[in-house]
């Protein structure tokens, strides 16, 4: 065949796919494969040396063997040599010449002897083996040691690499160190051959002093005893093993496989062995499962026995609560109780399955169970319990509907009677309140007003307590579970109703009866005020002029008072008859509102805050200080007349002396007046229609003729002592005094300013030069302003400017 053909890898295919019965390397993964790369150098070395070791240890039987497994079996003589010692047949007669046709015929006739037994070559041919092909001479042995040494190793039924790998853990199991899960890492410490030799023959080696860290030491004392003790060819490399990274797994196997056969004897003591045990066991085991299908069987059909009757059971409290508590239940069954008991149905299936299967395996007689516990029955008991479930679940379903809806029922049975009482919370009391008998007119017509309001919204809430009663009514039909409550609660409610309306149509016409007692009450409050407020008016003008306390200063105004005083005593009686009209009114206000039970505000006049009461205390009043009035007014006249005497001596005294200290300036009877005068103030007298004199007159009139002598005094005394010191005569001061009456018109002794102009208005140039030096007189002329007045002669000069430029500014 050509080059370019396929095949497995070197760790884990066979060059060949086996035939019924065979190893077939279903645990192995198939991989293209490059012939060039086909094994790794270090492992190809291995496996030459492996492979060479193992046809020796076959050749040797015909005393030959092989040094170049590629040179050696090119020919094909040797290799059907091999295959007549290994298979212990006879091949066809090979050929014994050296040309090439011939050394591939005879490796046909190999070939075709091992496909014969039953193995399909995959992509090895005749023509490659001639060749010297490594790869495919290497593929080609590991084929046939497949074949011829590994495909007997049956351990349990598993497969031959599987089987072996399974004995080879099960023989090392016990010794420590050693684990056993491939061909390659596992046995490249040695304590694995060690292990697999010390448990057939433990006197060839001491395994208790052997180490893991020895690996070298491992190898070759396990390979050296297989070799002299055990028959078995040294095939493996101690320092291939220890140095590579990973050791060549067909190496390995092919030489575990001769641990495997040289140890085949004890195998097949044991495997007897086994076989009894396996038989003991098998028949232990079927009968362990008898009683296990018993025992689930009774178990379940008891427990079904018991679910049944509580899933048949359709009794409820009656209540949302209740079912989904049940229901509740019966989910907790489903999800934990139920698959329990599931579980345990399909074993007590697969076990009596299992069972029967192992018995008819065994050529034993099929197993019948007890009778009710077969398969079918419980089948049977299974089926009646989900139908019991089924039923259970749609019932539930049902009720909880049913229930959920009373429930919604129920919920707005209660919304709707709590919306109504509270709605007629208060309303009862509302109409039972006597209100309006202390209310007055304005506000008992907004109650009616309510009143009408509140009838309307009664009828409209009508239709609400016939709703309810309705809903108590299907609550009743369905079955509800608190039918009392709910029943209770509809009869109070239409027990309150019913109140409530004869409450309202009282209070309506009780509303209406109170409107006309009160409008006549109105009509009694408005005269009361018309009446009252005209009188209250009167009262308070007699109370202000009785407390009056009035000042009079003569006779004459306290007889106007007391002819005042008569006028309102004559008015009295009619006052008192007034008075009298309106307390009758107040009293007919009063015996009206007892007879009808009103009080409070119906009592209180709206159109005055003037009370009978007050009235009356007010007329009181006035009664009694009328005595007083005249008494004081009496007291008043005497004290009147009494002051009328003191005016008259003190005017005869005044009307003396006044014109004595305006003429003569003699106050001798100054004294007399102000005792008189003080006898006037003590009696409050404050006018004298007898006399225009007062006492502060005389005494102003009399201290300004003390004034008046002082400065005259004075001016005598100034007079003298300037005439002693300018050397003036007596005829020029006689001539003065003359000239200063004569300006003085108003006769006060002295001159005020107009009067001193008249007397020296203005001096003329002529008299200066005349009367003055003419230095002087020139002085004064230069210094003197023009008079301007009206009567001035030609060269007048201001005598103003004059008298300031002869005294200076100073002494004017």
């Given amino acids: 065949m050509a080059n370019s053909g396929q095949y497995y890898n070197s760790n884990n295919g066979s060059a060949y796919n086996n035939g019924p019965g065979y190893y077939d390397g279903e645990e192995e993964e198939e991989e293209e494969w490059n012939r060039e790369d086909f094994l790794d150098p270090v492992w190809e070395i291995q496996q030459k040396k492996t492979f060479t070791a193992w046809i020796n240890s076959f050749l040797r039987k015909a005393d030959t063997s092989i040094e170049d497994i590629t040179q050696d079996l090119c020919s094909g003589l040797k290799l059907m040599l091999l295959l007549e010692v290994i298979s212990g047949e006879a091949l066809p007669k090979p050929e014994r010449g050296r040309m090439r046709f011939h050394k591939i015929n005879n490796v046909n006739k190999a070939l075709e002897f091992i496909e014969r037994k039953g193995v399909q070559l995959v992509s090895i041919g005749a023509e490659e083996i001639v060749d010297g092909n490594v790869k495919m001479t290497l593929g080609m042995i590991w084929t046939i040691i497949l074949r011829f040494a590994i495909q007997d190793i049956t351990v349990e039924e598993m497969t031959a690499k599987e089987g072996l790998l399974l004995w080879c853990q099960r023989k090392t199991a016990p010794y420590k160190n050693v684990n056993v899960q491939n061909f390659h890492m596992s046995f490249q410490d040695g304590l694995a051959f060690c292990a697999l030799i010390h448990r057939h023959r433990p006197e060839l080696i001491d395994y208790d002093k052997l180490s893991k860290d020895n690996p070298l030491e491992n190898l070759n004392l396990a390979f050296d005893v297989a070799e002299k003790h055990l028959d078995i060819p040294r095939m493996l490399d101690p320092e291939d093993m220890v140095n590579n990274v990973k050791p060549d797994e067909r190496s390995v196997m092919t030489y575990v496989s001769a641990y495997y056969h040289a140890f085949s004897g004890a195998q097949k003591a044991e495997t007897a062995a086994n076989r009894i045990c396996k038989v003991l066991r098998v028949n232990q085991e079927n009968e362990k ?70 018995l008819r395996l065994s050529n034993r007689p099929a197993y019948l169970p007890t009778e009710g516990k077969l398969v079918s029955d419980i089948a049977n008991a299974w089926k009646g319990l989900e139908k019991a479930e089924k039923g259970f679940e749609e019932w539930m379903l049902a009720e909880m509907q049913r229930l959920h809806r009373l429930e919604n029922l129920y919920k707005k049975f209660v919304l709707k009677c709590g919306n109504h009482e509270a709605w007629m919370e208060g309303k009862e009391a509302q109409q039972q309140s006597q209100d309006f008998k202390s209310c007055k007119l304005n506000d008992l017509k907004a109650m009616m007003n309510k009143q009408v309001a509140f009838e309307a919204d009664l009828g409209a809430h009508q239709e609400r307590v016939e709703q309810i009663c309705k809903i108590a009514e299907d609550l009743n039909s369905l079955g509800y579970h608190d039918l009392d409550s709910v029943n209770s609660r509809c009869q109070a409610i239409c027990g309150a109703w019913d109140r409530l309306g004869v409450l309202s149509t009282t209070r309506s016409r009780a509303l209406r009866e109170a409107e006309q007692v009160l409008e006549s009450l109105d009509q009694l409050h408005l005269q009361f005020a018309k009446r009252a407020a005209p009188f209250n008016n009167w009262l308070d003008g007699a109370n202000e002029d009785l407390m009056d306390f009035f000042i009079v200063y003569s006779v004459q105004e306290v007889d106007s008072l007391q002819a005042a005083h008569s006028e309102f005593r004559a008015s009295l009686p009619a006052a008192e008859a007034e008075h009298r009209a309106i307390a009758q009114i107040d009293a007919e206000v009063r015996e009206l509102a007892a007879a009808h039970g009103l009080s409070g505000d119906a009592l209180i006049n709206p159109y005055t805050g003037l009370t009978a009461r007050e009235l009356a205390i007010k007329w009181d009043e006035v009664s009694a200080r009328v005595p007083a009035r005249d008494q004081s007014l009496q007291q008043e006249v005497a004290r009147q007349h009494q002051n009328e005497r003191l005016r008259r001596q003190f005017a005869d005294l005044a009307n003396v002396a006044g014109p004595w200290i305006e003429q003569r300036l003699d106050g001798s009877n100054i004294e007399e007046m102000e005792r008189v005068n003080q006898s006037i103030q003590e009696a409050f007298i404050f006018d004298n229609p007898h006399s225009p004199y007062t006492m502060e007159t005389i005494r102003v009139g009399w201290e300004q003729l003390h004034t008046s002598i002082a400065k005259a005094l004075n001016e005598v005394a100034n007079q003298i002592l300037m005439r002693d010191s300018k050397g003036i005569t007596n005829d020029e001061m006689t001539e003065f005094r003359k000239c200063f009456n004569h300006f003085d018109k108003s006769k006060t002794r002295r001159l005020d300013p107009i009067e001193f102009k008249a007397c020296l208005p203005y001096v003329t140039s002529e008299v200066l030069r005349r009367e003055l030096p003419p230095d002087q007189a020139e002085y004064c002329i230069q210094r003197m302003s023009p008079y301007g007045g009206p009567d001035a002669p030609p060269g007048a000069l201001d005598y103003t400017t004059f008298s300031a430029t002869l005294y200076g500014e100073t002494d004017l």
């Avoid at 059971?313 to 907790?332: W, Y």
């Fill in 289 to 358: 499962l008898m009683d296990l299908y018993e025992r689930l069987a009774s178990d379940l059909l008891a427990w079904i026995k018991r679910t049944r009757p509580i899933l048949e059971d359709r009794s409820t409290d009656n209540t949302l609560d209740g079912v989904r508590d049940r229901l509740n239940q019966f989910r907790d069954y489903r999800r934990a109780e139920k698959p329990p008991k599931l579980e345990e149905k399909a074993l007590l299936e697969t076990t009596f399955n299992t069972l029967q299967t192992r």
